[in-house]
């Protein structure tokens, strides 16, 4: 895997790529997960800003938490997207947690979320926080090795629409 591989805030410059991957993403029928990749990229100047708002609580939906998302870039090629949630509110706790990221399909079981979520906690450190919660469903066998790789502690199971769903904490 090439070394380089960095998480970048969302920017303008990155316009292609992002909708090339979103493409991809949506051919492949998958949910679309971080869940701001959902967002409309009509306007994309305008959603981007609104995403870089969002880490200093700037225009933040009702019900939402500050959150800071990045874009993990290889050699310009964007590979993937974490969302950080600066801190949980009840619904976060039960389910969502403090981090969610994913990786475009066609470059999944190559290490990129592992490296991903990596750098993520980097970014956790830097906004204070000392532990965070990570959710997943237990089916999604890749997403909790990556946070176990990531040093995650199985804290719970529960269910939530008739899915089982883990919830780990990670110890920065």
């Not at 993937?80 to 399909?105: F, K, M, Q, S, T």
């Not at 066609?106 to 979320?113: D, F, H, L, N």
């Amino acid at each position: 895997m090439e070394q380089n591989i960095i998480l970048i805030k969302p920017c303008i410059s990155y316009k292609d790529e992002y909708l090339d991957m979103l493409s991809e993403w949506k051919r492949s029928g998958e949910e679309l997960i971080p869940w701001t990749l959902n967002l409309d990229s009509t306007d994309f100047n305008l959603m981007v800003e609104k995403l870089n708002g969002w880490s200093n609580g700037v225009g933040l939906p009702d019900g939402f938490v500050e959150s800071s998302t990045f874009w993990l870039v290889n050699d310009n090629k964007l590979i993937g997207a974490i969302d950080i949630r600066h801190r949980l509110n009840e619904a976060l706790a039960y389910r969502g947690g403090h981090i969610g990221y994913g990786v475009r399909p066609s470059e999944r079981k190559r290490g990129y979320a592992t490296m991903m979520l990596s750098l993520g906690l980097k970014e956790c450190e830097k906004i204070g926080l000392s532990k965070v919660l990570i959710t997943c469903s237990k089916s999604n066998i890749g997403s909790s090795k990556t946070i176990t790789n990531n040093g995650g502690i199985l804290d719970s199971e529960d269910i939530n629409d008739g899915e089982i769903f883990q919830r780990y904490w990670i110890t920065l």
